[in-house]
């Protein structure tokens, strides 16, 4: 089951200029197994080579616009970022603005997350797994394309290095509620969420995006949740 139902991939103006000009420095190629979303079991993210250097990775899922993965990495020259999404025209954007702001150290891959989990990524390579704002699917049929459950749980544990960190964002409580739910259950996480009702403090790294002032402006409220691996 996809989490997203895939939107337009024809750049066009300036977000096709930017494809052209920057992907050779920031895009990941993706060998594909079938669909266009998907990755070849047999792709090894290979980290020292993307970057040319070795550095504590945190990887994003979802970048959308990328305005979250490009301040911070902007803001940390020495970690690497690794932004996931399926939406080509946001990585356009991400690209655009990673170049505008001075920000290298990000690379970016075009797949369906679950996929660069299970394969592509190497087993506890990964200091800092990221995942703001997912796609909430509120409607209760459509809950089971959410991409929080125990299977995606056992992939994200499979390539963080011990000790490292699982940070989640939603505005939608009842979503943030099955991710805490979910979470607390897994074994290979411990929960570090120590703010006001078992909730983690805001993330300072983590800027406020289009998409999180979306849901304050509809007066929903911003949750925080924090998992370490064992
Ligand atoms: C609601 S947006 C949030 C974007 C951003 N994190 C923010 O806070 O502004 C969710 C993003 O997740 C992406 N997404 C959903 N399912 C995905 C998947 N399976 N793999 C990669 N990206 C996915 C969507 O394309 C979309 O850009």
Same mark, same amino acid.
Do not use: C
């Given at each position: 089951?996809?989490?997203?139902?895939?939107?337009?991939?024809?750049?066009?103006?300036?977000?096709?200029?930017?494809?052209?000009?920057?992907?050779?420095? *920031?895009?990941?190629?993706?060998?594909?197994?079938?669909?266009?979303?998907?990755?070849?079991?047999?792709?090894?993210?290979?980290?020292?080579?993307?970057?040319?250097?070795?550095?504590?990775?945190?990887?994003?899922?979802?970048?959308?616009?990328?305005?979250?993965?490009?301040?911070?990495?902007?803001?940390?020259?020495?970690?690497?970022?690794?932004?996931? =999404?399926? *939406?080509?025209?946001?990585?356009?954007?991400?690209?655009?603005?990673? =170049?505008?702001?001075?920000?290298?150290?990000?690379?970016?891959?075009?797949?369906?997350?679950?996929?660069?989990?299970?394969?592509?990524?190497?087993?506890?390579?990964?200091?800092?797994?990221?995942?703001?704002?997912? =796609?909430?699917?509120?409607?209760?049929?459509?809950?089971?394309?959410?991409?929080?459950?125990?299977?995606?749980?056992?992939?994200?544990?499979?390539?963080?290095?011990?000790?490292?960190?699982?940070?989640?964002?939603?505005?939608?409580?009842? *979503?943030?509620?099955?991710?805490?739910?979910?979470?607390?259950?897994?074994?290979?996480?411990?929960?570090?969420?120590?703010?006001?009702?078992?909730?983690?403090?805001?993330?300072?790294?983590?800027?406020?995006?289009?998409?999180?002032?979306?849901?304050?402006?509809?007066?929903?409220?911003?949750? =925080?949740?924090? *998992?370490?691996?064992?």
């Amino acid at each position: 089951m996809l989490s997203f139902v895939r939107r337009g991939t024809r750049l066009q103006g300036k977000q096709l200029a930017a494809w052209e000009r920057l992907s050779g420095h *920031y895009l990941v190629d993706v060998p594909r197994a079938s669909a266009a979303t998907s990755v070849d079991p047999e792709a090894r993210f290979d980290a020292a080579s993307a970057f040319g250097r070795s550095a504590p990775l945190v990887v994003e899922i979802g970048s959308g616009l990328g305005d979250a993965v490009v301040a911070a990495a902007a803001a940390a020259p020495e970690q690497d970022f690794l932004a996931l =999404d399926v *939406y080509r025209p946001g990585l356009s954007d991400l690209m655009r603005k990673a =170049d505008t702001a001075g920000a290298p150290n990000i690379r970016v891959i075009e797949a369906n997350a679950p996929d660069v989990f299970a394969t592509m990524l190497v087993p506890a390579s990964v200091d800092e797994v990221w995942m703001f704002f997912p =796609d909430p699917w509120p409607k209760k049929r459509h809950h089971k394309r959410r991409l929080v459950s125990p299977e995606f749980a056992a992939l994200v544990a499979r390539v963080l290095r011990p000790g490292g960190r699982w940070r989640l964002a939603t505005d939608w409580e009842e *979503y943030a509620e099955q991710m805490r739910e979910t979470l607390d259950q897994v074994a290979e996480f411990s929960a570090a969420n120590e703010g006001a009702d078992g909730w983690s403090p805001r993330f300072e790294r983590r800027i406020e995006t289009g998409f999180e002032r979306k849901g304050i402006a509809a007066g929903r409220v911003i949750r =925080d949740l924090t *998992y370490v691996r064992r």
